[in-house]
């Protein structure tokens, strides 16, 4: 079983549940990172950070999917749908925005 946090210094870490051992650092964020979910199906993890972007990586390889973007201030929550074909990021711009998973399009903003 993996979990996976945020963190100020701008990274996205994987980390072995039972161990607490470190699986690996995912970087490409340029601001600290406030939120973190991976998908239903533990292949994919969302990412939320404070330079105003929402990333999607692969959870085995830990390469960044897509960056989405549209939020005009720091993204402080994400999550996916619990079907896995959408991502919710709510933003300190007072928006929520929905994004469909597999194309990164915005579907909807609140």
Known sequence: TQIVSGSSDQSVRVWDAASGQEVQALRGHTGPVDSVAFSKDGTQIVSGSWDKSVRVWDAASGQE?????????????????KDGTQIVS???????????AASGQEVQAL
């Open 90 to 100: 709510g933003s300190s711009d007072q928006s929520v925005r929905v994004w469909d």
């Open 65 to 81: 999917v897509q960056a989405l973007r549209g939020h005009s201030n720091w993204v402080t929550s994400v999550a996916f749908s």
